[in-house]
Structures are given as C-alpha cells and as structure tokens.
C-alpha cells in the first residue's frame, strides 16, 4: 500500500471511531466536493479534505464558552487539532515536514485566497454546508441573521465554489434566502 493510502485509511479509521457516527460520512462528503471542484485534487488536497474535522467529537462544543469568543476559540483550537492529528499520520506513513506543512496550511485554511487547495477546501467546506447543514441552522435563525450568514460565507467562496452553489438542488425556502442574500 502506498503512503497516500496508508494516510488516508488511517484518517477514515479514526472518523470511524466517532460515537455518533458522523465524522467519517462527513469527511467522504467533503472529500466528494472536493472532487467537484478539482477532479484532479492533489495528494495533499486530497489528506486534507479527509482529515479537515479528524476526531471533531473529541473536543464538544460545550466545552467551551456558550458565547461567540468561546464558538472562535472552539473552532481555532479544532483546527489547530486537526492540523496536528494528521500531520502525525502523515509523518507516519513516511511524508516530509515540507509535505505535512503544506497539508497543515490546506487545514488551517491559510491564505485560502492564494492557495488553491486551501481555497478548495473552503469552498468544499460552504459547499457542504449548504447541503448538508443550511436548514438545521436556518430553524434556529431569524432571516436576517441567516442572510447575514450566506453572504459572509459567499465572501470564503471562489467563483467555481459559487457557481456550484448556485446549481445546488435546495428547498425554495433556501434559494429565497440565498437570492436575498445575493440581492
């Protein structure tokens, strides 16, 4: 087995420790935006979108603050995590500090503007958003708040990202949302 399989098999056995069951399908649909956005992913990209939330029920949200400083610092310290987790696995399978930094700026989403497989990742990650979590968000949120939310999200999103999303299959509900929020 090469080292790429080697990695990502020991991302997936990871996920698949989740209580919940839902960091190793999450990771498979991440991975399958990404894809969509480059059918052609680089072994890092490819790392990276399967390890982006490795082992995210080890940390609840609940152990932090119940409060928008508390939510950032959750979500830092995650990425931090993330980062870190895989790249010891890569380290494992035999991957370069050079090649293991590369895939920890993918996670860390640095300079997603001027990385194309951060960028990638990003969108992947508003893509799967949209799909997979948009209306459990949007109960719980007044409209103008989740207008708020779509349009900082369109602001992460690289043109290709936004076409997709625009492609989307979404309930009406959601498309009014999104039109108003592009309006």
């Known amino acids: 087995m090469d080292r790429l399989q ?3 098999n020991a991302i997936d056995a990871y ?21 969509k956005l480059n059918p052609n992913p680089t072994e890092g990209l490819r790392i990276a979108a399967r390890g982006q939330h490795i082992g995210r029920w080890t940390s609840p949200r609940q152990s932090y603050p119940m409060d928008r400083g508390g939510y950032l610092r959750w979500r830092e310290d995650l990425k ?5 987790t895989v790249g010891e696995l890569m380290g ?12 920890k700026q993918i996670i860390l989403k640095k300079n997603f503007q001027t990385n194309a497989d951060a960028q990638a990742i990003e969108d992947a ?9 948009f209306e459990e968000l949007r109960q719980k949120t007044p409209d103008p708040k989740m207008i708020d ?35």
Request: hydrophobic share 35%; proline share 4%.
């Open 15 to 35: 996920n698949q420790k989740d209580p919940q069951g839902r960091e190793f399908p999450y990771s498979e649909k991440l991975t399958a935006w990404v894809y």
């Open 125 to 133: 990650l508003c893509l799967l958003f949209l799909e997979t979590q």
């Open 6 to 8: 080697t990695v990502l």
């Open 80 to 84: 931090r995590f993330h980062a870190k």
């Open 149 to 183: 939310i779509i349009q900082k999200t369109w602001r992460k999103m690289s043109d290709k990202g936004k076409q997709l999303a625009l492609g989307m299959e979404l309930p009406e509900t959601h498309k009014e949302l999104v039109q108003k929020a592009l309006s």
């Open 92 to 103: 494992s399978a035999g991957y370069s500090e050079t090649e293991i930094e590369s895939v």
